[in-house]
């Protein structure tokens, strides 16, 4: 079967997920292509944009068996450029930030529609959406590394004596880096030698890097442009935070659980749902929240540590590559049928 992975994103979660998924789908059988249309998809929708759009995705479909959309824009070019003889499905992997019925409309039009948990079936249910199944992301086995945390932290030249915070992700505002920063401030006050470091790129980097510079201590937080291998970052930190505001899901968490480090996620949307609290993942409720749930963290070491071995059981469980692309596998042609 050929199958087209169709997304627009240059650097981030869902860039990593189709990777990773159009490998495993090979070793299945499948013919797959990953196109970025980021650069011809705009964010906008209008009459105008669907002139331009529609044409060049319908000629770039017509050599597919089903074509697959990940993420609300690209399942909406899909719905435009797509008859309902045409076999298409989306993965919606963030929240939505709407319900509105136009997008519902549209989404209905595919044939089936993955969601990346539970809370984002059930916004996207509320709102009128059908055909819809969940099915927590796949994480890549390449993200793995057998290196010892002193030698990780050896080579991104970071401190072998003090605690250590990290985060990965795009430089955008939803992903909410400032607040991490921000709550820095008031770490210190309790532990004072820890480490924040930030990994990643987007928008929002110059932003952040003023913010970083106005800090207390800003030779105590220390940025990386994307990572060549994420494990030997996570492996490096003894806490991944994911203050994203409103995810469906994180694969940043993901990774950093299978590697054997703990995680600290925002209580809401999907991220609650990727462990047990204060069992396998850590969670925190708001912004102003954010501190004084680390400093507590940091001061039960033993905790920390066993947090981060039960996570690591939990994503090699939950988060397997190879169930999830069975499971896609197996719809794909449950769709043709």
């Given at each position: 079967m050929r199958v087209l992975l169709l997304h627009r994103q240059d650097f981030?979660?869902?860039?990593?997920?189709?990777?990773?998924?159009?490998?495993?789908?090979?070793?299945?059988?499948?013919?797959?292509d990953i196109v970025n249309a980021l650069s011809w998809i705009p964010n906008e929708t209008s009459i105008a944009v669907a002139?331009?759009?529609?044409?060049?995705?319908?000629?770039?479909g017509k050599d597919y068996e089903i074509v697959h959309a990940f993420g609300y824009r690209a399942a909406w070019a899909c719905s435009d450029?797509?008859?309902?003889?045409e076999a298409w499905i989306y993965t919606a992997y963030g929240m939505p930030k709407t319900t509105q019925r136009l997008l519902i409309d549209k989404l209905n039009e595919g044939q089936l529609g993955y969601c990346s948990s539970y809370a984002?079936?059930?916004?996207?249910?509320?709102?009128?959406?059908?055909?819809?199944m969940v099915r927590y992301p796949g994480i890549n086995p390449a993200v793995e590394t057998s290196m010892e945390k002193l030698d990780s932290r050896e080579q991104f030249e970071l401190s072998n004596n003090a605690p250590i915070i990290g985060a990965v992700g795009r430089f955008v505002k939803e992903r909410a880096f400032e607040v991490a920063i921000e709550a820095m401030?008031?770490?210190?006050?309790?532990?004072?030698?820890?480490?924040?470091?930030?990994?990643?790129?987007?928008?929002?980097?110059?932003?952040?890097k003023a913010q970083i510079a106005a800090s207390s201590k800003p030779t105590q937080i220390k940025t990386f442009g994307r990572l060549k291998n994420p494990a030997e970052f996570y492996r490096a930190c003894d806490l991944i935070l994911v203050p994203s505001r409103n995810a469906g899901f994180s694969l940043v968490a993901a990774e950093s659980m299978r590697t054997g480090t703990a995680v600290m996620l925002r209580s809401q949307g999907g991220l609650p749902e990727m462990g047990e609290r204060d069992h396998t993942i850590f969670l925190f409720e708001d912004d102003q929240d954010l501190a004084r749930k680390i400093?507590?963290?940091?001061?039960?070491p033993m905790m920390l540590s066993s947090v981060a071995n039960a996570g690591r059981f939990r994503s090699e469980s939950l988060f397997s590559i190879d169930s999830y692309a069975q499971a896609i596998?197996?719809?794909y042609r449950t769709v043709l049928e």
């Open positions: 981030g979660g869902i860039t990593s997920l189709t990777e990773t998924l159009a490998v495993a789908l090979r070793k299945l059988g499948d013919e797959v002139k331009k759009v529609t044409p060049k995705l319908k000629d770039l450029a797509f008859s309902y003889k984002v079936r059930d916004e996207l249910s509320g709102g009128g959406a059908m055909d819809l401030e008031e770490v210190w006050r309790s532990i004072p030698d820890v480490q924040f470091v930030l990994a990643g790129e987007g928008p929002e980097e110059e932003s952040l400093i507590e963290v940091l001061q039960m596998f197996r719809s």
